[in-house]
């Protein structure tokens, strides 16, 4: 069983920086692809960033674009996403997932969630 276990969410100001991290445990990682998504009060879920099993292919967002970076280490089962010049509309609780093998940004064809962690940015 695939465990995803989040970390990094806090306070920052617009404009400043923050890093998450998400650690994969229960299955041999490069085989998943991994990918952050956010979900803010009132809103639908919302798919962020993702990265194929090898690291070789990555897709992001509009809204992120050229300010978040996902990145990943199969010999620490862990990955990353550095956000920079973050803006109040980044305020939402992120969600580390993964799938086996095809990297897409549909929500639903995700088969495991982390918890969860929060990132409140401050105007």
């Known amino acids: 069983q695939v465990q995803l276990v989040e970390s990094g969410g806090g306070l920052v100001q617009a404009g400043g920086s923050l890093g998450l991290s998400c650690a994969f445990s229960g299955r041999t990682v490069s085989s998943y692809v991994l990918g952050w998504f956010r979900q803010a009060p009132g809103k639908e879920r919302e798919f962020v960033a993702a990265i194929s099993g090898t690291g070789g292919q990555t897709d992001y967002a509009d809204s992120v674009k050229g300010r978040f970076t996902i990145s990943r280490d199969n010999a620490k089962n862990t990955v990353y996403l550095q956000m920079n010049s973050l803006k109040a509309e980044d305020t939402a609780l992120y969600y580390c997932?993964?799938?086996?093998?095809?990297?897409?940004?549909?929500?639903?064809?995700?088969?495991?969630w982390g918890q969860g962690t929060q990132v409140t940015v401050s105007s």
């Open positions: 997932a993964a799938r086996p093998f095809v990297l897409t940004t549909t929500a639903q064809k995700y088969n495991y």
